[in-house]
């Protein structure tokens, strides 16, 4: 990847950076709105403004060499990204969130709402790619993590609650020891359905009406349904490992003593 950029032609990297100076001018028109909205405080504008820098970077390191722009499915990604990072920074502020806990519930469900928007585009304007689906899927781990620190923030659960955001982490590292855990799984709706599942479920602890013993019963059946779900993926990814090492038929290897 490195090598590549190196040789990226000019009008190609300039237009990267089109699309990285327009994102951020949106997020800096979004933060200072909402900052000057909900009086906010002003630290808020530094921690969701690294998160979000950080965000863009990983953009910009992973960006296809022959692409010229993000694409308009990529785009409203990233929107949701502003939304998440602001959510973000917003956590070293727990007092805050409580006051505008309607708000952030408000912020999270627009972009649970935009998460099927621009798989929607994609599919519409034929512009489905590998970096479109990876960003979405990091997106989305992200974003359960932040609602999981969310609802600790709030007192809404305890500090168990964080195994659901960091579970997805600890797979892929996972897959560091144990290469077989990084094979491609096929797509599932049980694993589509068990991501909705959980961003709602965190997302309704977050509403003020909602008392702290219901966010926690439902995040711990969220994180139920999260277990199982990589339980099966995992049991799956190794019947497909142990398959391709069985020896062949006829092989010497295959027979017993």
């Known amino acids: 990847m490195a090598e590549e950029s190196m040789h990226q032609p000019r009008h190609l990297a300039a237009t990267r950076w089109v699309e990285m100076a327009a994102g951020l001018a949106l997020f800096v028109l979004l933060v200072e709105g909402l900052l000057l909205g909900l009086a906010a405080p002003a630290g808020l504008r530094l921690s ?9 970077g990983l953009i910009a390191w992973r960006w296809p060499t022959a692409w010229r722009w993000l694409g308009w499915a990529n785009r409203i990604t990233l929107l949701r990204g502003m939304l998440v990072a602001f959510l973000a920074g917003a956590l070293l502020f727990p007092a805050f969130m409580a006051a505008q806990a309607p708000v952030m519930a408000a912020l999270a469900l627009a972009a649970l709402l935009l998460d099927g928007v621009d798989g929607f585009v994609a599919r519409t304007t034929r512009s489905m790619s590998r970096f479109g689906a990876r960003f979405d899927m990091e997106l989305d781990a992200f974003f ?12 809404k659960a305890g500090a168990w609650v964080l195994v659901i955001g960091v579970m997805r ?4 590292l996972a897959g560091r020891a144990w290469p077989w855990l990084r094979r491609p799984l096929p797509d599932s709706r049980r694993r589509k359905l068990a991501c909705v599942w959980q961003v709602a479920t965190l997302l309704v602890g977050l509403l003020p009406v909602v008392p702290a013993w219901v966010a926690t019963g439902l995040a711990a059946l969220a994180l139920g349904l999260l277990a199982y779900s990589f339980g099966a993926d995992v049991a799956w990814l ?6 391709s090492h069985a020896p062949a038929a006829g092989d010497p290897a295959s027979r017993a003593p």
Do not use: E, K, N, P
């Not at 969701?48 to 863009?56: D, E, S």
């Not at 190794?238 to 398959?243: K, L, Y």
């Open 169 to 172: 982490y600890c797979f892929v």
């Open 238 to 243: 190794r019947r497909q490992w142990r398959a």
């Open 48 to 56: 969701a403004g690294l998160v979000f820098l950080t965000m863009l």
């Open 144 to 155: 359960i993590l932040v609602l999981s620190a969310a609802l600790i923030a709030l007192d």
